[in-house]
């Protein structure tokens, strides 16, 4: 059978993406052996795929020697490996995903490590999966990205196929701002997630926190009500889809499984986790010697039967957590065990499927009590698997799975008590009440089951999504209102791609007249100064604004002039000025059709915009080379390098420079600033204004900016120029 022959008819193939493949390989002694990876998200995906068809990239879990494969005949759907060396598994892997995000995600932040060089790693090959995905891309409607070891993958993706269809679903909690904010990267995160177009949590608190996060730490527009977030010039959609199990498998599983030897002598209390400091298994012990002191009628007739599967062995934390558990189990069995039973029976391993069936049907109780779970399947099994007297199921109120399954004893892990209290209640209560509330569960499950979990979030991010509504006056007032209340107002704006849109020539950019009039209001206002801060020459900028009112820095702050203004000419810009023509000779030596040189008298500009965009890369690279080996720095820009004079001299230097000569060196007590830019020269004017005034960057979704907020476009600019126009006097 060939890969996809089983898919559906009328389904696309999808194509995932997640750290690991749903097999792990290992080479024993017969060669290369495929095994069944454990874990909530394999469990949620295999199942999809294999009906569905597609491809699933993913890390294999070893390196394949040349003439080994992933895949074997028969399998439904393809498999792409993305290899890792051993530092790389160590740092991304065991590092960052598993030291820093995931106990930061769960809200351990005392467990949390961080460590710049995992960092890096993390980066590099988070892009190594976008590549590799990329180049499985082509026939995909759809390329959906899973999980926290893959955060920064969409935005990979993103310049790698700019018009793919992206989702991504993170299968762990979302933690609240204050917790997410510890996060050195917590910034390029959240940008590496807002490249996707949908981005699923499994419950409404998480999707919620992550707005939260999105709205403070990026300051990026959001309309929390339907979950849309504007960055840059594209919105965002982010929402709860909480994931489901094929209910009927395991229904099936547990109706055609055998009975399970010892099963029937002793009341069953089951828990079955990967063996993980987040699920809780230690307090879980803990709370049943409780329940055995607190109610001795239950010794001799309860066993914990707990499975923990191995996982994540090379991290320390986990080491530990294993001896603790060794340690629990043995001194709570040889507390109360007599010569024929023991409280504890402990499987350090997993079982098959059918077995786990089993075990799930014939518990009496189901004790899930993790200290923090971005959902927990396990929950959701138990149910689905009590086809005979119904069970009772105990669940952490911390697991996502506890915002549904309301009629499960719900109980604070870290309670022992309560823990206690409940396992006492599950252990004595009634057939009539324990049937009541599994058949509410069960039914529950069953109509939430894996498939409309699929559906739900498939056709979420193959649909057309509504834009963000533009900012209006209500957002600015939000933004601006009292930070300018009563104060006089300093306003900088960069010119292109600011106040007008780039065009394929700067000859053609010149401002519409909506524009022209918005600057011209804000600059007759009594309270406000308005100064144009360009890259271009002084003398080319005062005449394509044209606006008397206003100042002008040309040259990337090289030069300025305005009505309060004494002029400026930085004293190292005649000799540079000399140097450029010679710079500008040898950049024409590199120009093909579309790029060419513009003098700036005191800087340069190597366009390269109407060139084929297969040659930019190489263009840019060689005028960097060049313009750095004549002696002046090299920026880039919008399809462009610029050639800056040497001089420590930016249009951050230059603001500074115009706000005290104007307002004097307290200025900042009594004037407020406002800057607003598109360029990476731009940067160093946001840079200095951090904490002194507020900084927009009208952004695309590639870069990681220092302004304060991000504005989609040249139209949002209009609409805050007017807003600044026609606000409520202020100082003087
Ligand atoms: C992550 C999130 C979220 C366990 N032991 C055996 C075995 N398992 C299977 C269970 C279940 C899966 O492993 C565990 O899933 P969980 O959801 O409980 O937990 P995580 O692995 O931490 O999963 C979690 C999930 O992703 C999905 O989004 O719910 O919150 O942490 O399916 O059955 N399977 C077999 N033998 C075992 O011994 N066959």
Redesign the pocket.
Known sequence: MSPNSKRNRGEQPILVVSNRLPVTLQRGTSGLERRRS????V??LEPVLSKQGGTWVGWPGMKLRPGESLSESGDPYQMRGVELTDTEVNRYYHGFSNRTLWPLFHCFPERTRFDRRDWETYEEVNARFAEITAEESEETGLIWVHDYQLTRTPLHLRRLAPQARIAFFL??PFPPYDVFRLLPWARQILRGLLAADLIGF?VSAYASNFLTCVEHILAARVDSASGLVEHGERTVQVGAFP?GIDFELYDSRARHAGPQPGMRDQKIILG???L?YTKGIPERIRALERLLELHPEHREKVVLLQ?A?PSRGQVAAYQELKREIDELVGRVNGRFATATWSPIRYLYR????EQ?AALYRDAQVALVTPLR??????AK?FAACQVDDPGVLILSRLA?AAESMREALLVNPYSLDGTADALHRALTMQEPERRSRMVALRGRERRYDLNFWLRGFLEAARETRPKLQPATDADFETWLGRFLTGRRLALFLDYDGTVTPLRRHPSEATLSTEMRQALVACAERRDTDVTIVSGRSLADITKIVGISDLAHVGNHGLEFEGPKLEPFRHPDLEHYRERLRDLTTVLETICIPGSWVEEKRGSLTFHYREADETQYESLAREARTLIQKAGFQARDAHCAVEACPPVGWDKGHAVLHVLRATYGPNWSEHVRTIYVGDDETDEDAFHVLSGLGITFRIANVDVLTRASRQLPNVDAVHALLRWLARRRAGGR
């Open positions: 454990t874990g909530g998200l469990s949620a299968h762990i499994h994931l079955v986790d990967r993980d499975l599967v997993s079982v098959p499927p786990l779970d971005g959902m927990n399947l396990v099994e996502g």
